[in-house]
């Protein structure tokens, strides 16, 4: 299994929690985004930067990505792509998506966009805190418990 990071808008907060599991579980990892993301020094992790666009990471990812990879992205969309190649991805929040979600988190998402659209203020997600991180951590050890 490989792990991908969408390093598009990667908490802060959560770089020392994957940090930690890449080291303990020797996880080969690819941090992809269209800036320089440093996640932190490690053997197996291979920095990636693609070209600036809208999606340019997603597509390189999807490209890369195999079945039963995790990608851990906050982008439902890519999210979506990710599960119809029988991948796994987790968000920021410690949500994992599935065959099962995916299509309701999917169409919440394009709701959302289009009352946006419309010119409706909305709030948009709440802050990112720690027990936003928290939540990650759990899910991201159950889950590499459970597959690796």
């Given at each position: 299994m490989t792990l991908f990071i969408d390093g598009d808008a990667f908490p802060n907060l959560l770089k020392p929690i994957i940090l930690r599991s890449?080291?303990?579980?020797?996880?080969?990892?690819?941090?992809?985004a269209n800036k320089k993301i440093h996640i932190g020094t490690s053997k197996h992790i291979e920095y990636i930067i693609v070209d600036q666009g809208a999606d340019e990471a997603d597509h390189h990812i999807v490209e890369l990505c195999d079945a039963g990879d995790l990608v851990i992205t906050a982008d439902i969309p890519l999210a979506d792509r990710i599960i119809s190649k029988e991948a796994h991805a987790i968000d920021h929040r410690g949500e994992l998506y599935s065959v099962d979600n995916i299509k309701q988190y999917l169409a919440m998402r394009n709701l959302m966009e289009s009352i946006r659209e419309?010119?409706?203020?909305?709030?948009g997600p709440k802050a990112f805190g720690p027990k936003d991180a928290h939540a990650f951590a759990n899910q991201l050890n159950a889950f590499l418990a459970k597959h690796v």
């Open positions: 890449i080291e303990r579980l020797a996880l080969s990892t690819k941090v992809i419309s010119g409706e203020m909305t709030s």
